[in-house]
Every structure is written in structure tokens, then in C-alpha cells.
């Protein structure tokens, strides 16, 4: 795999992932209540543990995105 292929890899990684984060980032600031009522019949949680779950996995999602995608996208940016 040539440089060039492996930076493409990474920046479109990158973009879709963000991507997605956006979504779920819109879903749970403007559909909460759509989400919240299924997910609460079926696991039995309540609003704040809705939104501290949303909040984490969201965080967790972001912080995978810099270590796995945007850093070695980066950094084969900077090596040549």
C-alpha cells in the first residue's frame, strides 16, 4: 500500500466517522423523546441515564475517532 493510498484511507475514515457522529449528535439533541420512550420500555432506564449514556458513548465515539482515524491520518501527513 503506497503513502498516498494509506492517507486517503485515514482522511476518508475520518470524514465518515465525523459524519456519523453528526447524525447522532443531531438525533439526540432533536428527536430525545423519539429515542427515549423505546429505550425505556425495553431497558428500563430513566432520562438521566438516557442522556448520561448518550453523552458518554458520543464522548467515547469522538475520542476514537482522534486516536484511530484523525492522528495516523495526520501524521502520515506530517512524515513526508
Not at 27 to 48: C, I, K, S
Not at 70 to 79: A, D, G, S
Amino acid at each position: 500500500m503506497s503513502l498516498e493510498t494509506a492517507r486517503r484511507f485515514f482522511l476518508w475514515c475520518t470524514v465518515i466517522n465525523y459524519g456519523l457522529l453528526v447524525i447522532w449528535a443531531m438525533l439526540f439533541l432533536f428527536a430525545r423523546r423519539g429515542w427515549l420512550e423505546p429505550w425505556a420500555r425495553r431497558f428500563n432506564v430513566t432520562a438521566e441515564q438516557f442522556n448520561l449514556l448518550n453523552l458518554a458513548g458520543i464522548t467515547l465515539y469522538k475520542m476514537g475517532i482522534f486516536l484511530f482515524n484523525l492522528v495516523p491520518c495526520l501524521v502520515l501527513y506530517i512524515i513526508e
